[in-house]
């Protein structure tokens, strides 16, 4: 797995593993902040979580390009 630095502060960013989290339904916030992407998904969507330890920006990351494969 390659380092992945903060856009901000370029500090190494904290792998925190893969998290999985409910998209659609009624859990609006993240339909919200993903947007149409979100609706093309699946309800529980993994995604890698990477935080900045110096400004804690959080990053998300697709873990595998097979997830986007329902776009067509
Ligand atoms: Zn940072």
Redesign the pocket.
């Known amino acids: 797995m390659e380092e992945k630095k ?1 856009p ?2 370029r ?1 190494y960013m904290e792998y925190l593993g893969v998290k999985e989290f409910r998209t659609g339904g009624k859990t609006g916030g993240w339909h919200l902040s993903l947007g149409d992407f979100a609706e093309l998904q699946e309800r529980i969507m993994k995604l890698e979580m990477w935080v ?1 330890t ?2 804690r ?1 959080v990053l998300f990351y697709l873990p595998d390009k097979s997830s986007l494969k329902s776009r067509k």
């Open positions: 903060c901000q502060c500090t900045c110096q400004c920006q």
